[in-house]
């Protein structure tokens, strides 16, 4: 939260809005509210403040709410179900931010009235692990689509819930594009932070079987996977994964793992911050340029000491900032940039990992010494 400038310590504890004094954040359910991240609250005008370098975001994200929560138990989740002892679920921290609660109805309604629908060039429902996520998710997107219909919607899926069928149906309600969080690369790393190592109910395999539906149902360019880097993964490991996902037809979205305050990986050390910048590099030149992970070269602990193209060619394409950018759904100008700018959900502003805006000198310098190793930070 160190991001936001102008936000009271009150409005914070308070979940930042609440349309009706009377209803307690405990009682907010969707589809009637949604939960949003604060840069989205930021740029609605629910929340006074501003954040670091940034006009806040392009993507309205909104998450299905319930009091009881997410029934999953991810290691590195603040919505975890682990939690539920020791916060409200509509007032835990996730992706280091707070996510405060609205009437669906408000925010759609102040994105037609204002200025706003200027500034979002997309809107994402986040789907959880929840009996009614399924269909509200419909109904939100159903509502979205007749009254905001120039705005594109992505689907953050819950593929545990989720069958062929209902990709189907999102497609033809209008959802343009359609994401798996797959999170952890390997098989063992899932089982371990996602699967029965944490009574969660997640599977490997079914996530990567409705991925192979997105590619059939949405098509090429119009899917994609979310990949967290640094939770004990190879570089060599995620960037096949990358390509695997890019051979598809979809796109990779990448976060560098930062731990989550109040979750079970919150001893876990963020994402070393070389194989961060050698890896957003190497997507970057897969989804992008054409490169492929075998043109890459290796060393024996599978960190990437070549990227497959020459210096002179490789060099402006570091200069262009678009490698270390937020990646995620894209906006309406250029494919490359990602409308989901998720401003600092991934580090501190201080020592930004995901850039949700253009880097400048000052900041390319500093990558280019993060990924050659001459200047080596992990801490928090």
Same mark, same amino acid.
């Not at 009091?67 to 539920?84: D, K, S, T, V, W």
């Given at each position: 939260?160190?991001?936001?400038?102008?936000? =009271?310590?009150?409005?914070?504890?308070?979940?930042?809005?609440?349309?009706?004094?009377?209803?307690?954040?405990?009682?907010?359910?969707?589809?009637?509210?949604?939960?949003?991240?604060?840069?989205?609250?930021?740029?609605?005008?629910?929340?006074?403040?501003?954040?670091?370098?940034?006009?806040? =975001?392009?993507?309205?994200?909104?998450?299905?709410?319930?009091? %009881?929560?997410?029934?999953?138990?991810?290691?590195?989740?603040?919505?975890?179900?682990?939690?539920?002892?020791?916060?409200?679920?509509?007032?835990?921290?996730?992706?280091?931010?707070?996510?405060?609660?609205?009437?669906?109805?408000?925010?759609?309604?102040?994105?037609?009235?204002?200025?706003?629908?200027?500034?979002?060039?997309?809107?994402?429902?986040?789907?959880?692990?929840?009996?009614?996520?399924?269909?509200?998710?419909?109904?939100?997107?159903?509502?979205?689509?007749?009254?905001?219909?120039?705005?594109?919607?992505?689907?953050?899926?819950?593929?545990?819930?989720?069958?062929?069928?209902?990709?189907?149906?999102?497609?033809?309600?209008?959802?343009?594009?359609?994401?798996?969080?797959?999170?952890? /690369?390997?098989?063992?790393?899932?089982?371990?932070?996602?699967? &029965?190592?944490?009574?969660?109910?997640?599977?490997?395999?079914?996530?990567?079987?409705?991925?192979?539906?997105?590619?059939?149902?949405?098509?090429? %360019?119009?899917?994609?996977?979310?990949?967290?880097?640094?939770?004990?993964?190879?570089?060599?490991?995620?960037? %096949?994964?990358?390509?695997?996902?890019?051979?598809?037809?979809?796109?990779?979205?990448?976060?560098?793992?930062?731990?989550?305050?109040?979750?079970?990986?919150?001893?876990?050390?963020?994402?070393?911050?070389?194989?961060?910048?050698?890896?957003?590099?190497?997507?970057?030149?897969?989804?992008?340029?054409?490169?492929?992970?075998?043109?890459?070269?290796?060393?024996?602990?599978?960190? /990437?000491?070549?990227?497959?193209?020459?210096?002179?060619?490789?060099?402006?394409?570091?200069?262009?900032?678009?490698?270390?950018?937020?990646?995620?759904?894209?906006?309406?100008?250029?494919?490359?940039?990602?409308?989901?700018?998720?401003?600092?959900?991934?580090?501190?502003?201080?020592?930004?990992?995901?850039?949700?805006?253009?880097?400048? &000198?000052?900041?390319?310098? &500093?990558?280019?010494?993060?990924?050659?190793?001459?200047?080596?930070?992990?801490?928090?």
């Amino acid at each position: 939260m160190d991001a936001v400038a102008g936000s =009271t310590e009150t409005a914070q504890r308070l979940n930042f809005y609440r349309p009706n004094p009377q209803v307690r954040t405990p009682e907010m359910r969707s589809p009637e509210y949604v939960q949003m991240s604060t840069a989205a609250a930021l740029t609605l005008g629910l929340v006074a403040g501003a954040m670091h370098r940034t006009a806040c =975001t392009h993507c309205l994200n909104l998450l299905v709410t319930y009091p %009881e929560g997410c029934r999953a138990n991810c290691a590195y989740c603040g919505l975890a179900r682990h939690r539920e002892e020791t916060r409200d679920y509509a007032d835990r921290n996730f992706i280091r931010v707070d996510w405060p609660t609205a009437r669906t109805d408000e925010v759609i309604a102040r994105v037609r009235a204002g200025g706003d629908r200027g500034r979002f060039q997309r809107m994402c429902i986040s789907m959880i692990t929840h009996p009614r996520s399924n269909q509200d998710s419909f109904v939100l997107l159903e509502k979205w689509v007749r009254a905001v219909p120039e705005v594109p919607v992505s689907i953050l899926s819950n593929p545990t819930t989720l069958g062929c069928d209902d990709l189907v149906r999102m497609k033809a309600t209008g959802a343009d594009i359609f994401t798996v969080a797959l999170d952890a /690369v390997t098989p063992e790393i899932f089982e371990r932070t996602r699967g &029965k190592g944490v009574d969660s109910p997640h599977d490997y395999a079914r996530y990567w079987r409705t991925l192979e539906w997105a590619a059939e149902v949405f098509g090429p %360019e119009k899917f994609g996977a979310h990949l967290i880097c640094g939770m004990g993964e190879t570089e060599r490991e995620i960037l %096949e994964v990358v390509q695997r996902i890019r051979d598809m037809g979809g796109h990779n979205h990448m976060f560098a793992f930062f731990p989550e305050q109040g979750s079970l990986m919150e001893d876990w050390p963020p994402v070393d911050r070389g194989q961060w910048r050698r890896v957003q590099l190497a997507r970057f030149l897969i989804d992008y340029a054409g490169r492929r992970v075998d043109e890459m070269r290796f060393d024996a602990s599978d960190r /990437v000491t070549h990227f497959g193209l020459p210096r002179e060619a490789l060099e402006p394409i570091i200069a262009s900032g678009k490698p270390f950018r937020t990646s995620g759904c894209p906006g309406k100008d250029d494919s490359e940039v990602s409308a989901c700018n998720r401003p600092y959900g991934d580090s501190r502003p201080s020592d930004i990992l995901s850039f949700p805006f253009a880097p400048a &000198k000052r900041d390319l310098q &500093k990558i280019r010494r993060q990924m050659d190793g001459s200047e080596v930070r992990a801490g928090r």
